[in-house]
């Protein structure tokens, strides 16, 4: 069975940074593309950047409003994703969720974990 | 800034077929944008349904489909259950980027 299981939410300060991890278990993780998306309470789905396998290279792909800010990487090693946020900002305060590529893009989700930016 | 629009809300009756769309503002939506819905259910996880705008997940139930219609992407729900009131999100690719719309809330009723 495929899962996904993120965590590392907190509550951090305006201009703080926190690294989250996704751990993955019941497919190959190596062989996967994988993704993170966020949530904003009470509001829509935003895609938020992804990383390719090792094999081709690791190379990863962001959405503008994180780009500079948000890295991705991965661990093949500990079946492990990471997102590492920096200079967090208010609005940044959402769910995250990890998820895998198998077949298609955001086909399996994690649970999500929460981070609260606020002062 | 590209944006995918879809309707905010629909309303269906039990039993009933409904048909949610997905525009994107560069243009047409084509197979080239590879469309995937995502069905999210009140304070559940996101749950993929179709993939590359006609393909179904194997847990996927029959009466939803995917298409191309026109110059957008559309879920087709048939013999609407109350179990699908939910929010559902189209998911678009742009070369190097993937763009949620902004989601249809769809009632059951």
């Known amino acids: 069975e495929v899962q996904l299981v993120e965590s590392g939410g907190d509550l951090v300060k305006p201009g703080g940074s926190l690294r989250l991890s996704c751990a993955a278990s019941?497919?190959?993780?190596?062989?996967?593309?994988m993704s993170w998306v966020r949530q904003a309470p009470g509001k829509g789905l935003e895609w938020i950047g992804r990383?390719?396998?090792?094999?081709?290279?690791?190379?990863?792909e962001y959405a503008a409003a994180v780009k500079g800010r948000f890295t991705i990487s991965r661990d093949d090693s500990k079946n492990t994703l990471y997102l590492q946020l920096n200079n967090l900002k208010t609005e940044d305060t959402a769910v995250y969720y990890c998820?895998?590529?198998?077949?298609?893009?955001?086909?399996?989700w994690g649970q999500g974990t929460l981070v609260t930016v606020s002062s | 800034q590209t944006v995918v629009t879809q309707e905010p809300s629909l309303t269906v009756s039990p039993g009933g077929t409904v048909t949610l769309t997905c525009a994107s503002s560069t243009g047409a939506v084509t197979s080239g944008h590879y469309p995937n819905w995502v069905q999210q259910k009140p304070g559940h996880t996101p749950r993929a349904l179709i993939y590359a705008a006609i393909n179904k997940h194997s847990w996927t139930p029959a009466r939803f489909s995917g298409s191309l219609l026109g110059d957008k992407a559309a879920l087709t729900l048939s013999g609407v259950q109350p179990e699908d009131e939910a929010e559902y999100y189209c998911?678009?690719?742009?070369?190097?980027?993937?763009?949620f719309g902004g989601g249809t809330k769809l009632t059951v009723l």
């Open positions: 990383i390719h396998k090792r094999i081709e290279g690791g190379t990863t």
């Open positions: 019941g497919f190959t993780f190596s062989n996967a593309w």
């Open positions: 998820t895998a590529r198998i077949v298609a893009e955001c086909e399996r």
């Open positions: 998911l678009l690719f742009y070369g190097d980027s993937w763009v």
